[in-house]
Protein backbone atom coordinates (compact mmCIF):
# COMPACT_ATOMS: atom_id res chain seq x y z
CA UNK A 1 0.00 0.00 0.00
CA UNK A 2 1.06 3.58 -0.76
CA UNK A 3 0.83 5.32 2.91
CA UNK A 4 1.30 8.96 2.97
CA UNK A 5 2.35 10.84 6.16
CA UNK A 6 2.58 14.89 7.09
CA UNK A 7 2.58 16.72 9.80
CA UNK A 8 0.14 19.59 9.87
CA UNK A 9 2.37 21.93 9.98
CA UNK A 10 5.48 24.16 8.29
CA UNK A 11 7.50 23.78 11.47
CA UNK A 12 10.76 22.16 10.21
CA UNK A 13 11.60 21.18 13.98
CA UNK A 14 7.58 19.50 14.68
CA UNK A 15 7.30 17.14 17.27
CA UNK A 16 4.21 15.70 15.36
CA UNK A 17 6.42 15.08 12.40
CA UNK A 18 8.83 13.10 15.35
CA UNK A 19 5.48 11.04 16.23
CA UNK A 20 4.44 10.56 12.80
CA UNK A 21 8.01 8.84 12.01
CA UNK A 22 7.54 6.85 14.65
CA UNK A 23 4.50 5.46 13.70
CA UNK A 24 5.85 4.85 10.30
CA UNK A 25 8.84 3.17 11.46
CA UNK A 26 6.66 0.08 12.41
CA UNK A 27 4.83 -0.40 8.78
CA UNK A 28 7.38 -2.71 6.97
CA UNK A 29 6.41 -3.80 3.24
CA UNK A 30 4.62 -0.53 2.34
CA UNK A 31 5.42 2.48 0.21
CA UNK A 32 6.22 5.44 2.59
CA UNK A 33 5.54 9.57 1.65
CA UNK A 34 6.35 11.51 3.79
CA UNK A 35 5.03 15.47 2.94
CA UNK A 36 6.59 18.46 3.93
CA UNK A 37 3.75 21.51 3.88
CA UNK A 38 6.67 23.70 2.93
CA UNK A 39 6.73 22.22 -0.50
CA UNK A 40 3.32 23.73 -1.00
CA UNK A 41 2.79 27.35 0.61
CA UNK A 42 0.38 29.43 -1.31
CA UNK A 43 -1.63 32.66 -1.41
CA UNK A 44 -3.68 32.43 1.81
CA UNK A 45 -7.33 31.37 0.99
CA UNK A 46 -10.01 33.83 0.20
CA UNK A 47 -13.39 33.94 -1.78
CA UNK A 48 -11.61 36.75 -4.14
CA UNK A 49 -8.48 34.76 -4.57
CA UNK A 50 -10.71 31.49 -5.22
CA UNK A 51 -12.08 33.15 -8.07
CA UNK A 52 -8.92 33.60 -9.96
CA UNK A 53 -8.51 29.61 -9.85
CA UNK A 54 -6.87 26.58 -7.06
CA UNK A 55 -2.96 27.20 -6.54
CA UNK A 56 -1.14 24.17 -8.13
CA UNK A 57 0.27 23.32 -5.10
CA UNK A 58 -3.34 22.78 -3.86
CA UNK A 59 -4.04 20.56 -7.12
CA UNK A 60 -0.86 18.68 -6.44
CA UNK A 61 -1.40 18.43 -2.71
CA UNK A 62 -4.76 16.68 -3.72
CA UNK A 63 -3.40 14.30 -6.34
CA UNK A 64 -0.64 13.06 -3.92
CA UNK A 65 -3.97 12.16 -1.62
CA UNK A 66 -5.65 10.82 -4.23
CA UNK A 67 -3.01 8.55 -5.21
CA UNK A 68 -2.32 7.10 -1.54
CA UNK A 69 -4.35 3.92 -0.08
CA UNK A 70 -3.78 5.60 3.69
CA UNK A 71 -3.11 8.65 5.24
CA UNK A 72 -1.31 9.49 8.72
CA UNK A 73 -1.31 13.19 9.79
CA UNK A 74 0.26 14.35 12.93
CA UNK A 75 -1.81 17.23 13.89
CA UNK A 76 -0.24 20.13 15.22
CA UNK A 77 -2.27 22.45 17.71
CA UNK A 78 -1.39 25.98 17.45
CA UNK A 79 -3.98 28.13 19.88
CA UNK A 80 -6.35 25.09 20.31
CA UNK A 81 -6.64 24.32 16.66
CA UNK A 82 -5.18 23.70 12.76
CA UNK A 83 -1.95 25.60 12.17
CA UNK A 84 -2.19 27.99 9.44
CA UNK A 85 0.16 26.32 7.08
CA UNK A 86 -2.36 23.16 7.34
CA UNK A 87 -5.65 25.07 7.52
CA UNK A 88 -4.61 26.98 4.38
CA UNK A 89 -3.68 24.11 2.65
CA UNK A 90 -7.37 22.13 3.93
CA UNK A 91 -9.23 25.49 2.24
CA UNK A 92 -7.73 25.23 -1.05
CA UNK A 93 -7.49 21.52 -1.23
CA UNK A 94 -11.23 21.38 -0.05
CA UNK A 95 -12.28 23.88 -2.66
CA UNK A 96 -10.79 22.29 -5.70
CA UNK A 97 -12.80 18.62 -4.33
CA UNK A 98 -14.97 18.41 -1.32
CA UNK A 99 -13.96 14.60 -0.80
CA UNK A 100 -10.39 16.18 -0.40
CA UNK A 101 -9.40 13.08 1.93
CA UNK A 102 -11.14 10.50 -0.38
CA UNK A 103 -12.06 8.07 2.14
CA UNK A 104 -8.46 6.71 2.49
CA UNK A 105 -7.93 5.11 5.68
CA UNK A 106 -6.54 7.75 8.12
CA UNK A 107 -4.67 7.60 11.52
CA UNK A 108 -4.89 10.49 13.16
CA UNK A 109 -2.18 11.36 15.46
CA UNK A 110 -1.00 14.97 17.92
CA UNK A 111 1.23 16.19 20.34
CA UNK A 112 2.10 18.76 22.44
CA UNK A 113 4.55 19.90 24.99
CA UNK A 114 1.15 20.12 27.60
CA UNK A 115 -0.73 17.92 29.29
CA UNK A 116 -3.66 17.54 26.63
CA UNK A 117 -1.49 16.60 23.82
CA UNK A 118 -2.97 18.40 20.81
CA UNK A 119 -7.05 17.45 21.93
CA UNK A 120 -8.46 20.15 20.63
CA UNK A 121 -7.20 20.09 17.41
CA UNK A 122 -7.36 16.36 17.36
CA UNK A 123 -11.28 16.68 18.25
CA UNK A 124 -11.92 19.61 15.55
CA UNK A 125 -9.88 16.81 13.29
CA UNK A 126 -12.48 13.97 14.17
CA UNK A 127 -15.88 16.65 13.77
CA UNK A 128 -14.65 17.82 10.02
CA UNK A 129 -12.53 15.58 8.40
CA UNK A 130 -15.35 13.26 7.89
CA UNK A 131 -16.87 16.15 5.87
CA UNK A 132 -14.43 16.28 4.07
CA UNK A 133 -14.31 12.35 2.84
CA UNK A 134 -11.87 11.79 6.08
CA UNK A 135 -11.92 8.03 7.48
CA UNK A 136 -10.34 8.40 10.52
CA UNK A 137 -9.88 4.53 11.44
CA UNK A 138 -7.56 5.21 14.84
CA UNK A 139 -6.14 8.14 16.84
CA UNK A 140 -3.98 8.92 19.30
CA UNK A 141 -2.98 12.36 21.35
CA UNK A 142 0.51 12.45 23.09
CA UNK A 143 1.07 14.88 26.41
CA UNK A 144 3.80 16.13 27.59
CA UNK A 145 5.91 15.61 24.44
CA UNK A 146 9.50 16.11 26.09
CA UNK A 147 8.66 14.31 29.18
CA UNK A 148 7.25 11.01 27.46
CA UNK A 149 9.02 11.05 23.69
CA UNK A 150 12.84 10.31 23.49
CA UNK A 151 14.83 9.19 20.44
CA UNK A 152 11.95 8.59 18.77
CA UNK A 153 9.92 6.69 20.78
CA UNK A 154 7.19 6.88 23.63
CA UNK A 155 9.47 6.15 27.22
CA UNK A 156 6.05 6.13 28.78
CA UNK A 157 4.86 2.76 29.25
CA UNK A 158 1.06 2.67 29.13
CA UNK A 159 1.25 5.39 26.21
CA UNK A 160 3.03 3.53 24.36
CA UNK A 161 1.03 0.73 24.89
CA UNK A 162 -1.71 2.69 24.26
CA UNK A 163 0.01 4.10 21.31
CA UNK A 164 0.77 0.10 19.66
CA UNK A 165 -2.81 -0.40 20.29
CA UNK A 166 -4.14 2.21 17.96
CA UNK A 167 -1.32 1.69 15.71
CA UNK A 168 -2.26 -2.08 15.60
CA UNK A 169 -5.85 -1.37 14.70
CA UNK A 170 -4.61 1.27 12.10
CA UNK A 171 -2.34 -1.74 10.43
CA UNK A 172 -5.45 -4.18 10.37
CA UNK A 173 -7.71 -1.93 8.68
CA UNK A 174 -4.61 -1.52 6.02
CA UNK A 175 -4.38 -5.58 6.00
CA UNK A 176 -8.21 -5.79 4.45
CA UNK A 177 -7.92 -3.05 1.71
Known amino acids: MKITAFAATNSTQSINLALVKSALSTLEGHEIQVLDLNDYEMPIYSPERNQVGI ?46 FQQKPMFLLSTSP ?57 KSILQQN
Open 114 to 170: GPRGGQFVMEAAKNIFPFFGGNIQAHFSLPNFQDNFKEGTIVNAPLQLEFESRLDAF
Open 55 to 100: PEPALTFNQILKESDALIIGLAEHNGTFSTAFKNIFDWGSRADKTL
